[in-house]
């Protein structure tokens, strides 16, 4: 086993309905996406969806727009990982094309921070700079803060982003990264956005 040599991305997440009915939410969202495309499995605490990186964010998104759809105020806290040398499950799935399975053009405002973690690469500092100077070219940097970086703006862009620098932050020598997200939707404190 060797680190970065994995082609499997996978996304461990929780989602965090703030209702009685949390579980209708939950269930609601994840029924209500396709999956096919990747191997999925849920516990009593989270949610882990692995496969190619297309298909991972895609459902990603779809789960996460599902839930947000029903008007409650939802909290998602995950990590996306890829390279990992432990990764071998699953991959019968990288064998699926490209074409995506949900799509889903709903407006929805979205508020995020995210982590980057390039793993064994001594040039991290970088990296991370780079990623948070695109979100800037983006339009969808909200501020810096200790130990993360804030993202907001509609979900598409907001997860287009995140694949796009999930992609620049592994280089061809460092391949192993850890990209962990939080994300708060339809919160009072949004203000209507």
Not at 55 to 83: D, E, M
Not at 126 to 132: L, S, W
Not at 168 to 181: D, F, I, N, Q
Request: proline fraction near 3%; aromatic fraction near 10%; glycine fraction near 8%.
């Amino acid at each position: 086993m060797q680190c970065g040599l994995s082609p499997i991305v996978g996304f461990r997440f929780s989602l965090h309905p703030m209702t009685n009915d949390f579980i209708s939410v939950i269930k609601g969202a994840l029924q209500e996406t396709d999956t096919c495309n990747v191997w999925m499995h849920t516990d009593d605490v989270s949610t882990v969806i692995r496969g190619k990186q297309v298909h991972v964010f895609n459902v990603a998104k779809s789960i996460t727009l599902h839930a947000a759809k029903t008007g409650v105020h939802i909290a998602l806290s995950g990590t996306f990982s890829a390279g990992c040398p432990g990764d071998s499950a699953g991959d019968v799935y990288l064998n699926k094309g490209d074409e995506v399975a949900n799509i889903d053009t709903t407006k929805q405002y979205v508020s995020s921070q995210f982590a980057l973690y390039p793993m064994n690469n001594p040039n991290y500092m970088d990296v991370i700079y780079r990623e948070v100077d695109r979100a800037k070219e983006r339009g969808v940097f909200n501020e810096s803060m200790h130990y993360a970086s804030g993202i907001h703006g509609d979900i598409h862009d907001v997860f287009a982003f995140y694949e796009e620098t999930f992609t620049h932050a592994r280089s061809k020598e460092h391949k192993h990264l850890v990209m962990t997200v939080s994300m708060s939707i339809n919160s009072p404190s949004h203000g209507g956005l």
